[in-house]
DNA sequence: AATCTCTTGGACTGTTGAGTCTAAAAATAT
DNA sequence: ATATTTTTAGACTCAACAGTCCAAGAGATT
């Protein structure tokens, strides 16, 4: 195909999902693989070509270029993950009323909590997050998109249940917060997911994270449970 | 580096042939500006050196590489707000015997707060943050040394002085909390930190910065307060 | 078989940037 | 004044890398 002077390329053209879907998809999960191991601007293209056991050229037919590249691997990483929380509070969804007790309470948090946080705020993810971070400063857009497509996707949701836990009277939290969108998801995560990603490497990672996050959800029961 | 040349350091570097300290300082400012501007990838020594008005060999003499001068400037820039930290503490240390109620109380935690997080949370140090954070990967010790030039010479103070208001009666802390190292500081500072990280370009700054401040001091106080 | 699209590998261009080298000039010390 | 250290400008090496071009081939579709 010569697309030279003569085929002037269409402007703002939307999106064309040419080729091979399995070239596709393999060049995504290369592009995840190499991006998250050596950063934006270290990452190679010939090196994701390699890894994903296809030509550079393939690559560029796919993708355009590496920005393009870029958003399109972070789409799809978020894309799963969010799937994936979502599939998470479907199973582990605290019905209000089988609730017995605050200790109860406090199980269900712990392991909802935990979960959430896990998914959030280690693995893979995280690396992801840092890169988008980093580069935002040169691509604004990117953390606009970021949380279009991640946390506002999640959050809203994790907070209706935190809510339906205030109106079933578990939780006594006051219309303020309830009235802050996502506010009691945040207040939930946040500390104990900022306090994960503090942990030393080291350390017993798996009792420190249940350290942590048992302290953030102790701070927002103290704060939250009824007395 | 500052004024603690022989302090503890993360790694111990080889005493560099010292220079002109008038162009030290002045490739460290350059180097701060350039970095954070463009990222430790995408910056030049190039730029660096015009930045400071001298010359290329100049930066090689005094700092060797790129990425111990990098460590010289996050270096230089930590000690340089550490002890911006320290001076707001020392001038707004709530005095507990000075109290008189919860709503003294409020006032002293939100304007202690808001000041810490202005500092820490905005400004060139968050910036400085996410280099050091995207880095990281590719040089491991950046991390910890961040965190033992900055935030654990910092949350002590604070912590100090938190667990200083619960002795004198003002917070109901339970001694779990107490007895983990900077916790109560964290659970200050970390959620309205972060939430002022999510504030949206183009928003009024200013107003959101007092709001959100706001909330995580009365998901503090909520869970702190005696009542 | 003929055609159309996608893929391949490799050569090629142009740029950028880290780090070195050098010889001369400037500053500093003795 | 002389010796030592530091600075300077610029040329230079070497490597990496984004993106293009091309000609041959693999795969499907008709």
Redesign the interface.
């Given at each position: 195909m010569t697309a030279t002077a003569e085929e002037p390329r269409a402007q703002q053209e939307p999106q064309e999902p040419q080729g091979n879907p399995r070239k596709r998809r393999a060049i995504l999960d290369a592009a995840g693989t190499v991006f998250l191991?050596d950063?934006f601007?270290?990452a190679g293209i010939d090196a994701i070509a390699a890894e994903a056991k296809v030509s550079k050229q393939t690559v560029y037919n796919h993708f355009g270029d590496k920005e393009r590249l870029f958003m399109a691997m972070t789409d799809d990483v978020q894309d799963r993950t969010v799937a994936h929380v979502m599939e998470l509070m479907d199973r582990d969804f605290p019905d209000p009323s089988k609730l017995a007790g605050p200790e109860d309470l406090r199980a269900a948090l712990l392991q909802l909590a935990g979960e959430w946080i896990r998914v959030v705020y280690t693995g893979p993810l995280v690396?992801l997050r840092?890169?988008v971070?980093?580069e935002s400063?040169?691509h604004?857009y990117l953390q606009?998109r970021w949380?279009t497509n991640g946390p506002s996707r999640t959050m809203p949701r994790l907070n209706r249940l935190l809510s339906a836990l205030a109106r079933a009277g578990l939780l006594d939290v006051?219309a303020?917060?309830l009235d802050?969108p996502d506010?009691l998801a945040?207040?939930l995560t946040?500390?104990a997911g900022?306090?994960v990603r503090?942990i030393?490497?080291g350390a017993d990672f798996e009792a420190e994270f249940q350290r942590r996050v048992a302290?953030g959800v102790?701070?927002f029961l103290?704060?939250?449970a009824p007395r």
């Open positions: 191991r950063g601007t270290r690396a840092k890169l971070d980093a400063e040169h604004p606009q949380f006051p303020e917060v802050v506010l945040y207040q946040a500390m900022s306090a503090r030393e490497p302290q102790d701070f103290r704060a939250y």
